[in-house]
């Protein structure tokens, strides 16, 4: 039988989890972003053509009127004909329970389903892309909110470096994660790396790891701060530490820069 204390103790166990919310605010003691990634992989110019038009005039606008201000649109940048084809979206949310809204709100707004028809409705044999990757990820404690970098250098000559830092074991990533809370990532914001996120990766298809991105004014400030870093005596103290060593068994890392439509 479903007593009112087994009801209680429920609703006390949803509320520390931050499953439920509390009016009027709806917002809990723990004040982080969660963030999504989005990657659009695709092939052709045509789906290149179509996705640009869908990002710049329908889904971007959509989640300004969201209220959802500081979207990032990047692509790789060039390497040769070799170059990957993605789109990476990142998008911040206040919540979890705000991300999970916002679905709802695009099917229901007009104006975005009028923008972005030709997108929504591609037939199945001329798909706009050829797969979608979404990553989940909550700010980490020390940068709990995401950072819009001051970029003076023209949008095609600017880096935003976003990297993923695997782990071998479930402890070694938490104490990377520990690492980045504890001084690394404010390493990163005294050497002007210009970071725009820090997140524990909470769904992807490889787990565990963590991801950041970092912005750079063009690929020679990039490498200055890059040497900076590696001999800074924070980080030789940091790294020498036995409680932080073999924390990370694989680095991926994407080059990219803004669209000209993106909010950074």
């Known amino acids: 039988m479903i007593t009112m204390k087994t009801i209680t103790k429920l609703g006390t166990v949803l509320l520390a989890l931050g499953m439920i919310c509390v009016a009027p605010s709806c917002s809990t003691t723990e004040d982080r972003d969660y963030y999504e990634l989005k990657f ?11 996705l640009d038009k869908y990002l710049a005039s329908a889904y971007l606008p959509a989640l300004h009127r969201a209220g959802i201000e500081k979207v990032g649109i990047l692509t790789l940048r060039e390497e040769g004909d070799s170059r990957e084809k993605i789109m990476v979206i990142l998008t911040p949310f206040s919540s979890m329970a705000s991300r999970m809204e916002l679905q709802g ?11 972005g028809r030709e997108y929504l409705e591609s037939p199945h044999d001329d798909p706009p892309f050829s797969r979608i990757e979404t990553i989940l990820l909550k700010a980490f404690s020390a940068t709990p909110h995401i950072n819009l ?46 970071p725009v996120f820090f997140g524990e990766v909470i769904a992807s298809s490889h787990m565990p790891h963590l991801m950041y991105m970092t912005a750079h004014a063009d690929t020679s400030a990039q490498k200055d701060n890059w040497n900076a870093f ?3 005596p924070d980080w ?8 932080y060593k073999n924390t990370v068994s694989k680095i991926t890392i994407y080059q ?4 000209p439509y993106s909010d950074y």
């Open 40 to 50: 659009y992989r695709y092939e052709t110019e045509s789906q290149e053509t179509r």
């Open 105 to 115: 709100m695009l099917k229901n707004d007009q104006i975005y389903l009028d923008a």
């Open 149 to 194: 970098p001051d970029l003076e250098s023209q949008r095609p000559d600017r880096v935003y470096e976003l990297r993923s830092y695997q782990a071998a074991t479930e402890q070694l990533y938490e104490r990377k994660v520990e690492m980045f809370n504890e001084g690394e990532s404010a390493l990163f914001e005294k050497l002007g790396f210009n």
């Open 230 to 232: 590696r001999v800074h």
């Open 236 to 243: 030789e103290e940091m790294k020498g530490l036995e409680r």
């Open 256 to 259: 990219l820069y803004p669209t």
